[in-house]
């Protein structure tokens, strides 16, 4: 299995969104797959204007001449691609979406029925299945819901196999390998099983993803120690986990 990672986290190799990607690319590694990441904010990726010229003028091709022309060459020779994320204002970041906007030129304007359902036909023969993996920092993994609809709705749309979802809530987890050791070990674990299983079943176990999701503690106490967390970032006027 190809595996194209484009994560689209505007700290990129600092953030959570990073430190799960590549737990669960390590066990993708060692199950065999190629793997090649992307940083989405290294890239010059102009806006989709809208004017269908990929569709109508030069069927295939944006107008655009921008980094987003190689990145398409890599995803049409990718046999997954995973969507790496962190949750903002319930959605994913402003870079992912605009990577998946120019993607339209893998798909053609003419329309067909599938499953009762009128879909746009697929220029390629093969487009890459989809994973999605995404780290927020709320406590409860229902924060995801919204995120996870429109990923299952944007591969309906270009007819892409949906390949499930690595979810991390309380994200700063990864953070505390010196408070909490056995707790953050079983998480990455939990995260690299998953990449083994992306690799040989082509999805994710029930059991795997909720061990990567899995709060260790209450709820209250989370709720406090955020507080304080965000009173002293006020105070020093600097995030403190960045």
């Known amino acids: 299995m190809k595996i194209i990672a484009i994560n689209a986290s505007p700290t990129m190799k600092n953030g959570m969104t990073s430190a799960l990607m590549e737990n669960v690319l390590e066990g993708a590694k060692e199950a065999g797959a190629e793997v090649e990441v992307i940083y989405s904010q290294k890239l010059k990726i102009n806006y989709c204007i809208g004017c269908f010229n990929c569709w109508v003028k030069t069927p295939g091709v944006c107008v655009h001449k921008d980094d987003m022309v190689s990145l398409l060459e890599k995803i049409k020779e990718a046999d997954c691609i995973m969507v790496c994320t962190p949750l903002y204002a319930d959605g994913m ?10 993607m339209i030129p893998l798909i053609d304007p003419h329309i067909e029925n599938v499953d009762g ?26 924060n995801f819901d919204g995120l996870v609809d429109h990923m299952k709705r944007i591969c309906k749309n270009f007819q892409a ?17 010196n408070l909490m050791p056995e ?44 507080n304080d967390l965000w009173d002293a970032s006020i105070k020093n006027g600097k995030f403190l986990h960045s």
């Open 93 to 102: 970041t402003a870079q992912m979406k605009t990577v998946i906007d120019r």
């Open 117 to 142: 359902h009128n879909r746009h036909v697929k220029r390629l023969k093969k487009i890459p299945a989809i994973a999605l993996l995404s780290v927020c920092g709320f406590y409860e993994k229902d």
């Open 161 to 177: 196999e949906y390949l499930g979802a690595v979810l991390r809530p309380f994200s700063y987890l990864l953070n505390l390998e």
């Open 183 to 226: 707790e953050v070990k079983k998480v990455r674990s939990a995260a690299k099983q998953a990449g083994i299983e992306l690799v040989k079943n082509r999805g994710f176990s029930e059991e795997t993803l909720e061990a990567v999701a899995h709060n260790p503690i209450p709820k209250d106490f989370f709720n406090q120690s955020a």
